[in-house]
């Protein structure tokens, strides 16, 4: 079974500061890593995922995020963060073969301070 | 159309009502999920289908009854609720070569 921990549930920074939400995942095959944005009163929206190639990848509205293998972490990263960022984000997995379905983690309320 | 729709946005049913929640996209995806979301909670995967057929079913009490009538199309169908089962549901499907997983804005559900 795949399981998601993101390490943190609650993360304030102030506006135009970076900032960096922490996901590592467990799995004995090997998974499609993904990052979800929730706005209040809405559904997911992708932010970037991982299938294969480069371990850094590039998503939406500036977000990036890295996969380590070895760590088995799927960290997302933002240089520079706005207000409308405040959100909930979800980190997920999916199987590679089998029965594909997304694992979600426990979410990290992302809030900025002007 | 890179959209998963779902309908109504909103609705609000008595614990005898019956109802169905409405699904649909067309992107040509293969496969269709049915997710529930409890406030300041991730999804929980309720149901997939996998080309029409049913191939998940996470243990859900038979007071959900899922549907898929074509490739384009998900219902979930609603009797007898109870008030715990209030949630926002979310539709989601996947398929392409980009293999995505795309959401809809889901149906809030409040069961009185």
């Known amino acids: 079974a795949q399981s998601v921990t993101q390490l943190d549930s609650q993360v304030p920074v102030f506006e135009e500061a970076p900032v960096e939400l922490r996901c590592n995942y467990s799995?004995?095959?090997?998974?499609?890593l993904f990052w979800y944005v929730q706005y209040p009163n809405q559904g997911l929206q992708l932010l970037l995922k991982?299938?294969?190639?480069?371990?850094l990848v590039k998503g939406i509205n500036g977000f990036e995020a890295e996969f380590n293998k070895s760590q088995t972490s799927f960290h997302l990263r933002k240089p520079s963060v706005h207000i409308s960022d405040t959100a909930e984000y979800f980190c997920?997995?999916?199987?590679?073969?089998?029965?594909?379905?997304?694992?979600f983690g426990q979410g990290t309320r992302l809030t900025i301070n002007p | 159309d890179t959209e998963v729709t779902q309908t109504p946005k909103h609705l609000v049913m008595g614990m005898t009502n019956k109802k169905s929640l409405k699904c649909e996209q067309h992107?040509?995806?293969?496969?269709m999920y049915w997710y529930k979301q409890k406030a300041k909670k991730p999804p929980e995967l309720m149901f997939v289908?996998?080309?029409?057929?049913?191939?998940i079913n996470e243990s859900v009490p038979s007071r959900f009854s899922p549907e898929c009538p074509n490739s384009s199309l998900l219902n979930l169908h609603l009797h007898a609720l109870q008030p715990e089962d209030s949630a926002l549901y979310l539709c989601?499907?996947?398929?392409?070569?980009?293999?995505?997983?795309?959401f809809g804005s889901g149906t809030r559900l409040t069961v009185v």
């Open positions: 989601a499907s996947r398929g392409g070569r980009n293999y995505g997983y795309t």
């Open positions: 997920a997995v999916s199987k590679i073969q089998g029965a594909q379905k997304l694992v």
């Open positions: 991982y299938l294969s190639g480069s371990t």
């Open positions: 799995s004995s095959v090997s998974v499609y």
């Open positions: 289908y996998s080309y029409e057929k049913l191939s």
């Open positions: 992107m040509g995806h293969r496969a």
